[in-house]
C-alpha cells in the first residue's frame, strides 16, 4: 500500500473515531468517569469504618451488611434487616455510583453521602446505636485515635468526621469502563446487535425520560405509578415523608441502572424479583406500554451492558479494641 494510501486510511479511521464519540456525547447517557480529587487519608480510614460493625449496637452490623460491594452495593433481599432482626420498611439501595444521585435515600431526606453516613448508625431499626455511644467506641480504640488524629488533626474524634470519612471512601465506588460505556467512547463492537436494539428501544420508548446522564437515573424524582396505580404493601410514601406535600405521595428517587443486574431485587419495595418482571412492571406503569417477549429480553441484554469494573481493594485490617472498648449488645438482649 503506498503511503498516502495509508495516511489516509489513518485519516479516515481518525474520523470515524471523532464521528463516533461526537454521536456518543449526543446520547442522553454519558460514560462513568473515574473518581477524582479523593482525600486518600480519609478514603482508608473511611474504608475501615465502613466495613467496622463496631458502630452497631450488636457489633455485628456495619455499613457493608447492607450494602455489601461483593453483591453490587446491596444486599440482595427485599428490605434489610436490622438490629434485633427487625426487618426494613425499604429496599436498600446500592451504594455503587451513589456520589452521583442527587441526594441520597429513595425519598431524598439526606442531601449528600456524608449527611446519610450517620442515619443508619443512630437508627433503632438499622445498626441500633447513637452517634454519641459510636464516638465512644472509637474513641476507646487506640488505632483510630491516632488515624484520626492524622487525617483531621484533633485529639477528640467527632461524628462529622467519621461522617465525612466513610463520605470519602463512598465517593471512590464508581464503577467505570461498561461494556456500554467502552461502546460510547467509540468502540463498535462492545454490544451485540440484540443490546444495540434494546438500548434503541429502551430510548424510543421513553426510559431515558428519567434513566439518562451518567447514572443513568440519580438525577430526579418521578411518581411511581404515572399509568397505572402501584400496588404494594410497603407503606413507604416517598417524598411526601420529607416534604410534608401530598402531591410528593409515592415521588421517589429514580435509581441507578448502572450494575442493575446485580442490585435485584428491584423497586423501593424490592416486589420485582428480575429484571424481566421490573422491565415490564415499568413498561405498564409508567409509559403505558406492554413489551413482548422479545422486545423485553433485548431492553434487559442492554441493561446488563452497564455492569461496570467493580471497586477492587484488599480488605481493611480493623485496629484491635481496647480494655476500655465498650462490649456490644447481643442480638435480643
Given at each position: 500500500m503506498?503511503?498516502?494510501?495509508?495516511?489516509?486510511?489513518?485519516?479516515?479511521?481518525?474520523?470515524?473515531?471523532a464521528g463516533l464519540?461526537?454521536?456518543?456525547?449526543?446520547?442522553?447517557?454519558?460514560?462513568?468517569?473515574?473518581?477524582?480529587?479523593?482525600?486518600?487519608?480519609q478514603v482508608e480510614l473511611g474504608k475501615k469504618l465502613y466495613f467496622d460493625p463496631?458502630?452497631?449496637?450488636?457489633?455485628?452490623?456495619?455499613?457493608?451488611?447492607?450494602?455489601?460491594?461483593s453483591l453490587g452495593g446491596t444486599d440482595n433481599i427485599p428490605t434489610s434487616i436490622g438490629d434485633k432482626w427487625q426487618q426494613g420498611p425499604?429496599?436498600?439501595?446500592?451504594?455503587?455510583?451513589?456520589?452521583?444521585?442527587?441526594?441520597?435515600?429513595?425519598?431524598?431526606?439526606?442531601?449528600?453521602?456524608?449527611?446519610?453516613a450517620g442515619g443508619p448508625i443512630a437508627n433503632p431499626g438499622e445498626m441500633g446505636f447513637t452517634h454519641d455511644l459510636a464516638i465512644s467506641v472509637l474513641q476507646s480504640i487506640p488505632g483510630y485515635v491516632r488515624e484520626f488524629k492524622q487525617v483531621f488533626g484533633a485529639d477528640k474524634i467527632e461524628i462529622g468526621d467519621v461522617t465525612a470519612a466513610i463520605a470519602e471512601f463512598e465517593?471512590?465506588?464508581?464503577?467505570?469502563?461498561?461494556?456500554?460505556?467502552?461502546?460510547?467512547?467509540?468502540?463498535?463492537d462492545a454490544l451485540t446487535a440484540d443490546e444495540l436494539a434494546g438500548y434503541n428501544l429502551f430510548k424510543n420508548a421513553g426510559?431515558?425520560?428519567?434513566?439518562?446522564?451518567?447514572?443513568?437515573?440519580?438525577?430526579?424524582?418521578?411518581?411511581?405509578?404515572?399509568?397505572?396505580?402501584?400496588?404494594?404493601?410497603s407503606g413507604a410514601e416517598g417524598r411526601a415523608a420529607v416534604t410534608g406535600d401530598d402531591a410528593d405521595r409515592f415521588n421517589f428517587k429514580v435509581p441507578t441502572l448502572r450494575n442493575v443486574e446485580l442490585t435485584y431485587p428491584?423497586?423501593?419495595?424490592?416486589?420485582?424479583?428480575?429484571?424481566?418482571?421490573?422491565?415490564?412492571?415499568?413498561?405498564r406503569l409508567q409509559l403505558g406500554r406492554k413489551f413482548s417477549a422479545s422486545e423485553n429480553a433485548?431492553?434487559?441484554?442492554?441493561?446488563?451492558?452497564l455492569t461496570g469494573k467493580q471497586p477492587s481493594f484488599l480488605l481493611p485490617i480493623l485496629p484491635p479494641s481496647s480494655d476500655a472498648t465498650p462490649r456490644p449488645t447481643p442480638f435480643g438482649k
Open positions: 503506498k503511503k498516502t494510501h495509508i495516511a489516509l486510511a489513518v485519516a479516515t479511521l481518525a474520523l470515524c473515531s464519540a461526537e454521536a456518543a456525547n449526543d446520547e442522553p447517557i454519558t460514560p462513568i468517569k473515574p473518581a477524582a480529587n479523593i482525600n486518600l487519608g463496631r458502630l452497631s449496637k450488636s457489633g455485628f452490623i456495619s455499613c457493608n451488611s447492607c450494602h455489601n460491594l425499604i429496599n436498600a439501595p446500592t451504594v455503587l455510583n451513589s456520589s452521583l444521585n442527587l441526594a441520597q435515600f429513595w425519598d431524598g431526606r439526606a442531601a449528600d453521602l456524608k449527611a446519610q465517593k471512590t465506588l464508581v464503577t467505570p469502563n461498561s461494556r456500554f460505556d467502552q461502546w460510547l467512547l467509540g468502540r463498535s426510559c431515558v425520560a428519567c434513566h439518562n446522564g451518567e447514572a443513568v437515573g440519580g438525577n430526579s424524582y418521578q411518581k411511581l405509578g404515572i399509568v397505572e396505580p402501584y400496588k404494594t404493601t428491584y423497586f423501593h419495595d424490592g416486589a420485582a424479583n428480575t429484571l424481566t418482571e421490573a422491565v415490564d412492571i415499568m413498561g433485548k431492553i434487559v441484554a442492554f441493561l446488563k451492558t
